[in-house]
């Protein structure tokens, strides 16, 4: 019967990383699968029920992500929108039910867990292959579409794309440095050769967010392996590296420099003013708005469910020439915006303490996935959707729960 809960388990993990590419419907149902994958294995160890209720207590880093959905909850006192406030809850409900879930779930074995990361992959490069096969067919529109600041076609957001893309590459490393294979040693070959493809790949992609993810990642994690080893030129050679990748990228890679030149063009308009409709002057246009909600009531915010109200009230006021409306690009100035202060300090708390108790930035494949996520959180609102929620979870936590 264990074994029965183990598979059911890890077919929820499966479920989850194929969900997050191609499906909603099968993201939806894996996140299901791990709160009953929790209580199975509770209601299965219940003479230790006791015991592991405790020990998930005395594990803030697990039980923090709660306060997500408790800085939306706390939203109540204030709400005039309940539809936004209702569907904002259920959004953060997995920051709630998947910490528990997490540490009662059957632990994986190392093999087992480095077996998922395979799978991730194997999946984005099949899917990367995809994209690129019609990218190569469709030359000419897409990049029109990449010049009118538009992405390519691809299975689902291109945002949360390009950072599964970018903990894909990480996981590549990390496998391949720990010699991980199913079944052959040659293996390893396939596995670098998948991450270099997904390294060129997420190039080609050309979604900034991503790629700017990801050259973080790599910075944070060549500093830190430069200091334990005391390899210092090798922290110059990934400052070196991270300078000269994006040059050669332009020059050799036409959907790189079409929308290198479109940001450029974008910024030129944005500074003579003509650039209200182009995508990142409509970003810059948000940070603004949250930035003006913010000052109006710095202290609990405008409540969590009056956010989307508030924002089309300062659209209407400010920006009325803005073609559409749209929330704050930035997780934490979102909070602040919508819970003052107070829900500011409380999303810290959670954002920060999984990455330094126990020392969970020593795991290097959780180090590079948090700074992953954490650099999106500065340029979108990466934890205000159900993919960027399932995302953030199942790797944050998944990493967290192996070091138990």
Known sequence: MSQLRLYFTYL???ALLVGLLVSPYLQS?????FAIAGVWEAAATRSTLRAQWKAFWQRPDFWVFGLHFVIVLLGAWSVQDLDFWQERLRIKLPFLVLPLAFFFMPKFSLRQYLGLLYLLVIVLSLTSLGILINYNLHFEE?????KQGQS???PTNHIRFSLLLAIGIIAAGYLYTQGYYWKKEQERQWIAGMGLFLFVFIHVLSVRSGIAALYLAIFVLGLRYAWVSKRYWLGLAVIAALCTLPILGYFLLPSFKMKVDYA?????MRQSG???MLSDSERMTTLKVGWNIFKAAPLLG??????????AFQYQAHFPNAARVMMPHNQFLYVAAGSGLVGLVLFCIAIFVPLFYGRNDQDWLFLGSYVVIFASLLVEATLENAMGVALSCFFLLMGMRERQ
């Open 12 to 14: 929820s993990c499966l």
């Open 29 to 33: 149902m894996s996140l299901i699968g």
């Open 142 to 146: 897409i990049q029109l579409l990449i």
């Open 152 to 154: 390519m076609p691809m």
């Open 264 to 268: 450029l063009y974008d910024l030129r």
């Open 274 to 276: 003509q650039g209200t």
């Open 302 to 311: 405008v409540g969590a469910g009056n956010l989307d109200q508030a924002v």
